[in-house]
């Protein structure tokens, strides 16, 4: 297996080293508005670092928003950022790697246990896990996220993005293996680096809560401590990360910088999300109104999402950062690429996905579709941003589509293994189970 | 959430769908067609009308009378260019500022890959010329480019009278460039390259002395003779692209004002639209356009333009057997107009459609009308593929055999998609790279080794070892076949679905022809007559059959020699086109459709 997972990654590097060795094309691809947002553009960083040489505030001039620790990190390492980037995303995928071997160790364990102490139904054998389809499950995720070509993309294009990805491989792979300590650190620098990751707080706790055999209910005293507990860490790290970067630049400049600017969303650059369209059409005096309308649905599934997937922390991060990719303000396909990586983690779903095929044709054909439409658009000048977003609606309509099957398929399986997979209605015929 | 899980009710879709396939997919490809032809039917479309507010409402009074002075200096520009053997670049300049013009010239100079036998050009020199009238009511921020090649003497002529008649005017809020271009479009490329301080195609050209802001709109002009009957508009750009409809209506509108008679591919504007003559003539009409567009060549000079996102037509003089004659002072009148309502605009041209096809001068197809045709021909592919998804899906036998099979067809399906694009490749690179080699060894000229041997490799293309799926599966399965159709349908979907957008006729052409073959490729049996008619939908084959459509539409009949001559032809074009200026069609048949098409012959001989 490991000999797989190196070669998986060998040639990962190298497709990215070719395209590095082609400026043009990757000059072309740092460009692109899908792969490159604001937030992680490599010209804003750059930007940022001549500003911080010349001893100006790298945040004047509202062109850079990176947070401090990146620049401190490319202040050193600028000279070696294709080899830095290509390393991310090589940590990433050994890192999801590990984490899903875990993950699957654990799953296939408590399998057993569920079906030796009798909590399945009878005829559920089609749907029990196999060691044998589990094995190579590991190198697939690997796989999918070295060779997506929207990682390769966002790689090629140095969007740090792919750093925060990394930071968020490096939390699943801590709690994973149940290390509470490492999980907070983790989570408190994505939330640091990118905000919305706060949200995988609750997952997080979720998971190392039941690793370590707590009884997840409010009424449960020891779950209480440990949240508290896992609570402080992180809320500590975060501290100390924030408290770090004001004694690097020494100011608070970077606070509206970066987290006012992903909140308030005030550069409207077409992207591939949904906010840029909506807020450069919309009267002034409503813009506070709906940013607090497309800010919430970040935050707002958590809550329900833990209720209903109490018992299955790592499929509630999986729908989490799918949501995060979905709905933040600045989302690149870097992002997407994240989540899509943990897909293979879930292809025991497959026979009850219902839409797959149309939610592949759609996700690929407007791949295909943005940059010919903004060439419409921006260099032909025939077409509008009308055009564009259109493209971008039917993008994250097929990215809600796949995720709402993933969880309607989870959710039917789990159904199925406990009331037997051939239900019968009251007539004796097959029963439908219909989603209301 | 019904349709995510609600069997029954999918369970209906998906019996509509395979069962019904064959009769839905006959009914979209007609339906899709009658669309197409319903829409040259003028009661159903679109009359002409001018959006653009500060077009529509001004008056301009035209005062131009000098026709006999523009015929003298077309004399005089004639004389000097018999005497320089080119653009006569010296008189030029000293006319441009007799005039009160700024005038500057342009060298430039350009290689081309390999001879251009129809123009008979290979290492091309040339000069442009170009006066700017200054704007006395504004900075120079914004301006209006007439233009004409120097092989046009009267249009040379008549420029420069005008340019001379607008010096003495003070309404002009933008400036004027007079542009005389040698070698036509070469030196357009080169002009507008320098003007916009880009290098695209490797032209050499010394810097530009004057510039006069962004340009708003251009005006080429195509005149020979001292007299007209009428004027021709061209409007299809480069790569499809068409200019606003507004830019389209202004000189309409201004032909209309001065009686003049005009045309659109060559066809004259017919008043009985309704009836099945006029349909036909229409119907016509808008074929050329179509065949036109989907060639992705430029009909005139301004095609280069619009990749800079200039607004421009090429207006052509034709002076035909017609008894009634137009002067110099008419032409020069509308053009005045022309140039009065484009100074008035406040901003660029962009309210009037950009997607359209034109069955006649009086009636437009906008995006809206024609997309629903090319939907229903594209949804043919999608429902097959749709089908085949079904059928794939039901699992056969026990599971574990699927499941390794799925596997195994992992490699029997890149294989050939790897191998087809390979070809497709080599069709790029190896004539153009390989010309003087054959040229070397074989009694052909460099041009006709480029064409011959990317005719050899499109042949060779057919007889390659596709189907290395029997030597790496011991068994051929039905399965592996479905699998590579459904990948190539779909595929085959996206290549249509994003060159639509770009140049529709372009892919409506190939949906047409494409997209009934597509759909009954299988193996099994009626392979001849299935192959066959994969074969007289290869790309090759609908060149060739746009081409006897085109010169059959336009009244001049090919013979079939005749047809293959200008095959040969149309294919060195191509590929010059795209070194030259960067036309996408030649690189988007030869590295995506040809390959796609190949996948299809595959599915053919799978077994």
Known sequence: ?436 | MGLLSDPSRREVLTRLITRMNTPLCVVCYVAGILWFVGLAFEPLILRMYISENAMGSTMVHENFVYGERALSYAREFSGHRKKMGGMPVDWMLKTLHGLGLEAHSQTFSRTLPFPDELRERYMVKGTNVFGILRAPRAASTESIVLSTSHRNTQATGLLLTLASYFRGHIHWAKDIIFLFNEHDMLGMEAWLEAYHDVNLTGMASSVLQGRAGSIQAAVVLELNSDVITSFDVAVEGLNGQLPNLDLVNLFISFCHKNAVLCTIQGKLPRSDGETLPGYVHALQTMLLMVLKQGSGKASGEHGLFLRYHVEAITIRGINSFRQYKYDMVTVGKVFEGIVRKLNNLLERLHQSYFFYLLPSLSRFVSIGYYMPAFVLLISIPILKALDLWIKLSKPEGNQQTTHTERDVSLLTILTPVMICHATGLALYFLPVFGRKDAAEHFPVSETEAVVLSSIAIYVAGLALPHNTHRVLLSEVTERGWMTLKLITLLYLALLLGCIALINFSLGFILAVTLTPAAAVAQPGHLKTFRALLLLLVSPATVLLMCLYLYHELSEVPLTVLECWQLFLQAIAEAILDHHLYGCIVYPFLILFIYPCWLLLWNVVFWM
């Open chain 1, 1 to 436: 297996m490991a000999a797989s997972l190196v070669l998986v990654l060998v040639a990962g590097v190298t497709v990215r080293a070719v395209l590095f060795r082609c400026p043009l094309l990757a000059e072309f691809i740092s460009e692109r508005v899908e792969v490159v947002s604001p937030l992680t553009a490599w010209k804003r960083v750059v930007e940022g670092l001549a500003l911080l040489d010349l001893g100006v505030s790298p945040y004047s001039g509202n062109v850079f928003h990176e947070t401090p620790f990146m620049i401190y990190i490319f202040h050193f390492l600028i000279d070696y950022a294709e080899f830095v980037f290509m390393t991310m995303d090589v940590l990433t995928a050994v890192a999801l790697y590990m984490a899903v071997q875990d993950f699957n160790r654990i799953t296939f364990l408590k399998q057993r246990f569920d079906y030796e102490s009798k909590k399945y139904g009878t005829d559920v054998i089609d749907l029990i896990r196999t060691p044998k389809e589990m094995c190579h499950i590991p190198l697939k995720v690997a796989l999918f996220y070295m060779l997506n070509p929207f990682t390769v993309l966002t790689c090629v294009a140095k969007s740090t993005c792919a750093i925060n990805n990394a930071i968020i491989a490096a939390f699943m792979l801590a709690t994973v293996k149940g290390s509470a300590f490492l999980s907070a650190i983790f989570l408190a620098l994505s939330t640091y680096q990118s905000l919305y990751t706060i949200t995988l707080f609750a997952p997080g706790l979720l998971y190392l809560a039941q690793k370590h055999y707590l009884f997840v209910s409010l009424k449960c005293p020891a779950f209480w401590a440990y949240s508290v507990k896992y609570a402080m860490m992180f809320l500590g790290c975060l501290l100390v990360t924030t408290c770090l970067s004001f004694f690097l630049l020494s100011s608070w400049d970077f606070i509206p910088s970066v987290y006012g600017f992903t909140l308030s969303v005030p550069d409207l650059t077409p992207n591939i999300g949904l906010f840029w369209y909506f807020f450069a059409e919309m009267f002034e005096h409503f813009r506070l109104f709906f940013l607090f309308v497309f800010q919430i649905n970040v935050f707002f599934y958590t809550l329900p999402l833990s209720l209903k997937l109490r018992d299955h922390p790592m499929f509630f991060m999986f729908i989490q950062i799918a949501i995060i990719a979905i709905f933040k303000s600045y989302p690149t396909v870097g992002d997407v690429a994240m989540y899509m990586a943990l897909l293979p983690m879930w292809s025991h779903l497959y026979r009850f996905l219902r839409n797959i095929f149309v939610v592949t044709c759609i996700l690929i054909t407007t791949s295909f579709l943005f940059p010919v439409l903004w060439h419409l658009w921006i260099y032909a000048g025939s077409a509008n941003s009308n055009f564009y977003y259109a493209i971008t609606l039917a993008f994250n309509v097929g990215q809600i589509l796949l995720v709402s099957d993933y969880f309607y398929a989870y959710l039917r399986r789990e159904y199925h293994l406990v009331k037997g997979l051939h239900l019968k209605n009251k007539a004796g015929r097959d029963a439908h189970i219909i989603l209301k």
